[in-house]
Nanobody, 119 residues
Framework: EVQLVESGGGLVQPGTSLRLSCAYSGFTFKAYKMSWVRQAPGKGLEWVSTIDSTGARTYYSDSVKGRFTISRDNAKNTLYLQLNSLKTEDTAMYFC????????????RGQGTQVTVSS
């Protein structure tokens, strides 16, 4: 059974940073590209970033490019998202998923981690 556990969210001020983690189990993590998506209150899922299976290639939405960094540790079956220069519009529930940008068409399997950016 695939299990996804996101963590690392919190309430922070604009301009600060957070590091999100996503621990996987139940499948061969290193074989899949992985993505982060987010859902702001009252809105649909938004693709944030994707990393390929080896970590060599990364992709970002225009809204987070230059501020967020996706990475992975295949030895630890863990996916990360470093969030820098946070803005109020980054406030959302963040989810990790197997696959690329197409994951926004599916209901996330994890419980997500809440990021709230407020002064």
């Amino acid at each position: 059974e695939v299990q996804l556990v996101e963590s690392g969210g919190g309430l922070v001020q604009p301009g600060t940073s957070l590091r999100l983690s996503c621990a996987y189990s139940g499948f061969t993590f290193k074989a899949y590209k992985m993505s982060w998506v987010r859902q702001a209150p009252g809105k649909g899922l938004e693709w944030v970033s994707t990393i390929d299976s080896t970590g060599a290639r990364t992709y970002y939405s225009d809204s987070v490019k230059g501020r967020f960094t996706i990475s992975r540790d295949n030895a630890k079956n863990t996916l990360y998202l470093q969030l820098n220069s946070l803005k109020t519009e980054d406030t959302a529930m963040y989810f990790c998923e197997m696959g690329g940008a197409e994951v926004v068409t599916r209901t996330p399997r994890g419980q997500g981690t809440q990021v709230t950016v407020s002064s």
